[in-house]
């Protein structure tokens, strides 16, 4: 069983950046972000597969990046440029590999408990 521990939310001025990480306890594959902002539904932010192709959400390509360290199993996200739209408590997922990734919550199996992230105007 992959246990997920997302750190590093927290708030934060509009146009001001904040690095999330996601400790990941035995063997990951494809990973991904996903957030949930109240009264909104879950969506998917970025996604990265075992070998490192990435996948956004068009509302945060140029402003996102994730990335893993495999040799500490820990997935990032940096998030530049933030918007008060990009309130929302931020979820780590895990899935199996299947070469790709898709923002799409079915596609992963195991889920962080979250982190809040809160932009101010």
């Known amino acids: 069983e992959v246990q997920l521990v997302e750190s590093g939310g927290g708030s934060v001025q509009a146009g001001g950046s904040l690095k999330l990480s996601c400790t990941a306890s035995?063997?990951?594959?494809?990973m991904g972000w996903f957030r949930q902002a109240p009264g909104k539904e879950r969506e998917g932010v970025a996604a990265?597969?075992?070998?490192?192709?990435?996948l956004y959400a068009d509302s945060v390509k140029g402003r996102f990046t994730v990335s893993k360290d495999n040799s500490k199993n820990t997935l990032f996200l940096q998030m530049n440029s933030l918007k008060p739209e990009d309130t929302a408590i931020y979820y780590c997922?895990?899935?199996?590999?299947?070469?790709?990734?898709?923002?799409?919550?079915?596609?992963?199996?195991?889920w962080g408990q979250g982190t809040q992230v809160t932009v101010s105007s």
């Open positions: 997922a895990a899935g199996r590999d299947r070469g790709w990734v898709r923002l799409v919550s079915n596609d992963y199996d195991y």
């Open positions: 035995g063997i990951t594959y494809s």
């Open positions: 990265i597969t075992r070998v490192g192709t990435t």
